[in-house]
């Protein structure tokens, strides 16, 4: 089916290529060794052109097989699973209420929640086209089309798998966002549903089970390419991925929703929707909460007037934006220690160069406890022209960048600044501090530290205790609510 030349050959010599790679790595040759000794025994006399040619054939057809099986995995995976089996959501009500434990379990799924983190690293997906091909083969094998099975297969054998530029940090974005867009969208809002329907019923549900988090365009640990101008244009791409997809939900809800004062308001949300994806004379100023206001209206309305026709869909739609909001994914801001320390170091110097006062002439040789009161006091609004260090300038240009999309997106868009290595109490109050001099006295926002070392984690008990002991952390705490996430690594 794949539409290659020599594609009997390829299919012939790849066992027999297979079957010397096992004996060569049993006889601990290294690579170099297994294909010569493959080319010695089967193409003695092949040109290294015809060599290298073959080999390319060789990852061609092994790329395309995998794709094959990912999309039968995926078509096969209600038939080989009992989707209603035990460890399902089905089976665990069920159980609960042959236990007499419904009240229990609703009690649990109030506190329970999932956070789902989305990373990136170029060999974890694949390009967007080839990602759509494997949803279309899914079906297609779900349905036994043979000729669309066909087609598809040879769309895949002419879709290059890899690009010949190197992919930006905003490419890996929106191409991990794809799966936002069409798996998590619908499965987080499945399960949603189905535990608001079949467990709480006419008890609302106020907890969101499902938290997504994100990755790509926040993470800068190690990645110079991730500047704060790419973490503005991926909150931006989150955002108006969710707007599309409740713009397609609306615009199906129309066709349902065609009754008296019901019709008009679905109306009017499904303009204001368009209005802020394709930014129709400028800024819109539909809010989330605007939105998910109208959608209860609707919902009252359908109830009241209407003995609830359809309401179920818009049920569906109120989940989804509870879930999401206008964020889609909260957007993680991610940095090493030694980097923010390096921060705090040139600020300190920069300042004191300015006479500005925010820190003491002696604060290099304070004990660390000092140090951490100072780094709980101080406050400002340091911008980043101010500052010559580039390293400096892109560190708090990705604090006011939090700030930006919390006030675009919400303040779930971008909450979470994950401190990488860190080693001591005082890392993550040099994140504080650094926070603070950006005009952001009460951050709306958790610092999270990673421990990463087995001699961090053995130290992270005594590091958090400190924290929680330090008078200004403990405030910012209690501001937000008094949790702490800890990462460890």
Not at 247 to 272: G, H, M, N, P, Q
Not at 346 to 371: D, Q, S, W
Request: proline fraction near 3%.
């Amino acid at each position: 089916t794949l539409p290659f030349d020599d594609i009997i050959n390829t299919g012939v010599l790849l066992p027999l290529f297979n079957e010397i790679c096992e004996s060569g790595y049993d006889n601990d040759d290294n690579p170099s060794q297994i294909v010569a000794a493959f080319f010695d025994k089967f193409f003695d006399e092949a040109s290294e052109k015809d060599r290298i040619n073959l080999l390319f054939r060789f990852i061609q057809y092994i790329e395309r097989q995998v794709v094959l099986f990912d999309a039968v995995e995926d078509a096969a995976f209600p038939v080989v699973n009992n989707m209603d089996g035990r460890g399902t959501l089905r089976s665990m009500k069920e159980e609960a209420e042959e236990k007499n434990k419904t009240g229990a379990l609703k009690a649990y799924l109030e506190q329970f929640r999932i956070r789902t983190v989305l990373t990136a690293h170029p060999t974890q997906f694949y390009p967007g086209e080839v990602l759509g091909i494997i949803t279309d083969l899914a079906k297609a094998i779900e349905k036994d089309d043979l000729l669309l099975i066909k087609k598809l297969m040879a769309q895949l054998g002419r879709t290059p798998f890899f690009k010949k530029e190197k992919p930006t940090p905003y490419d890996e974005a929106v191409r991990l966002i794809w799966y936002l867009e069409n798996v998590f969208y619908h499965a987080a809002g499945n399960i949603f549903n189905y535990i608001q329907n079949n467990i709480f019923g006419d008890t609302e549900l106020h907890n969101n089970l499902v938290n997504l988090g994100f990755w790509p365009g926040g993470d800068r640990d190690g990645n110079p390419f991730v500047t704060a101008e790419i973490t503005l244009k991926v909150a931006e791409r989150l955002k108006t991925t969710v707007l599309k997809n409740y713009y397609r939900d609306v615009r199906r809800l129309k066709r349902r929703i065609t009754f008296y004062e019901a019709d008009r308001l679905v109306e009017a949300i499904e303009s204001k929707l368009y209005d802020a994806i394709y930014n129709v004379g400028g800024a819109s100023g539909f809010t989330c909460e605007a939105f998910y206001e109208t959608l209860l209206k609707i919902r009252q309305i359908l109830i009241e007037k209407h003995k609830s026709l359809f309401v179920e869909e818009v049920n569906d739609l109120i989940n989804k934006t509870k879930l999401f909001g206008f964020h889609f994914a909260a957007l993680d801001i991610r940095q090493d220690s030694r980097v923010h320390h390096h921060v705090i170091t040139t600020v300190i110097a920069e300042t004191r160069a300015r006479k500005m006062g925010l820190f003491p002439e002696n604060y290099e040789t304070l004990p660390e406890a000092e140090k951490a009161g100072i780094l709980g006091q101080v406050k400002g609004e340091l911008t980043t022209d101010m500052l010559t260090d580039e390293i400096t300038r892109a560190t708090l240009g990705s604090v006011y960048a939090m700030k930006t999309i919390q006030r675009q997106n919400g303040e779930p868009g971008c909450n979470r600044y994950i401190i990488s290595n860190n080693q001591s109490m005082l890392n993550v109050m040099e994140v504080f501090a650094m926070i603070r001099l950006c005009g952001w006295e009460n951050p709306a926002a958790d610092i999270v530290p990673l421990f990463e070392t087995v001699d961090d984690l053995q130290r992270s008990k005594n590091i958090m205790e400190a924290l929680y002991n330090q008078p200004d952390y403990a405030a910012h705490l209690k501001r937000r609510g008094n949790k702490q996430t800890i990462m460890l690594g």
